[in-house]
């Protein structure tokens, strides 16, 4: 079986395993109203989880990783503009995750088949 889709895009937190025992699943969604906040808030977020959607990221995190990745974030939006939202999910409800679909895919990407 050729896996080489699977080695090119990386698997979402909880496929392998749940997250560990001081970590817990943080699901991140935003909404921004200006680009370069956008920029910065996208950035943010690829340095500390796996995006799953256009404004959705899945991180694992622990307390300390979360409170520098949360305040990263009230850093880089207009509080009256723009929207956050944190979900921290634990390990017990982060096996229960159920996914459905395709991948999808932010960056771009070549492949060539041969």
Known sequence: MNTWWYDAFPEVPY?????????????????????????R?????????VRV????????????EFDDFWLRLLDAIN???????AYRID??????IMTAGTMVCSEKCLCYLV
């Open 53 to 64: 959607q256009y404004s959705i990221f899945e991180c694992r995190l622990d307390e300390g």
């Open 15 to 39: 496929q392998k395993s749940p997250p560990g025992a001081n970590q817990m699943l943080t699901l991140v969604a935003y909404d921004i109203s200006e680009p370069k906040r956008l920029a």
């Open 91 to 96: 390990a017990r409800s982060a096996k229960e």
């Open 79 to 85: 509080e009256k503009e723009d929207r956050l939202v």
């Open 41 to 49: 808030v996208a950035k943010t977020c690829e340095d500390y989880g």
